[in-house]
C-alpha cells in the first residue's frame, strides 16, 4: 500500500539508507551546540535553525493530515534558537525525530483514499494548500531532504 512506502520513505531519509546519502540521523550526528548555533557568513539560517524549522513543518503536515485547516506552524516559520546549550541542542535534535515518528504513525493508519484528499483550507498557496495529502507528504518529505543537504553543507563549512 502506498501509504506504508510513504512512512517507510520518511524513516529512511530521517534514520535508515536513504539512496540520495546520508540520513537526516547521520548528517546531524556529532555536531555540537555551537556549531549548530553559529550563523554562517551571509546571514543564512544555522543549522539549528533548520532542525526547528524542519521540526515545525513536520507538525504542521501530520496535523494537515489528522484534518485541522492549514496554517504556519504553531512556533512559526523560523522559531527562535534560544541559548545554545548542550542539554537544548539535544532537546531540539529529539523533537525533531519525535515529530517525524509521530508522521509516520499518521501516514502508516491512513487508507490510501486518503492521500487524494485535499489538504482542508484553501486560502494560500504559498503555505501549500489546496493541495491533496499525497502531494503534501511527498513535499515534507522533499522540505526535509533540502534542508538536510543545507545542514551537510553548512556542517562542512563551518568545521
Do not use: C, K
Not at 539549528?48 to 504556519?72: F, I, N, S
Amino acid at each position: 500500500m502506498e501509504t506504508i512506502e510513504i512512512a517507510e520513505l520518511i524513516e529512511r531519509v530521517m534514520a535508515g539508507d536513504p539512496w540520495h546519502g546520508p540520513s537526516v540521523r547521520a548528517v546531524i550526528d556529532e555536531i555540537g551546540p555551537e556549531q549548530a548555533a553559529r550563523r554562517p557568513p551571509g546571514g543564512a539560517h544555522s543549522i539549528w535553525e533548520l532542525v526547528l524549522h524542519m521540526t515545525g513543518w513536520t507538525r504542521e503536515v501530520t496535523a494537515r493530515l489528522r484534518g485541522r485547516p492549514a496554517q504556519e506552524p504553531e512556533g512559526g516559520d523560523w522559531p527562535e534558537t534560544g541559548e545554545p546549550t548542550l542539554e537544548r541542542w539535544r532537546a531540539a535534535q529529539a523533537d525533531l525525530f519525535a515529530a517525524h515518528r509521530e508522521l509516520i504513525a499518521v501516514v502508516r493508519r491512513l487508507d490510501a483514499a486518503a492521500l487524494s484528499r485535499p489538504v482542508a483550507d484553501f486560502r494560500d498557496n504559498a503555505l501549500g494548500v489546496g493541495l491533496s495529502h499525497y502531494l503534501t507528504l511527498h513535499g515534507v518529505v522533499h522540505h526535509t531532504v533540502y534542508h538536510a543537504g543545507q545542514i551537510a553543507l553548512l556542517r562542512r563549512a563551518l568545521g
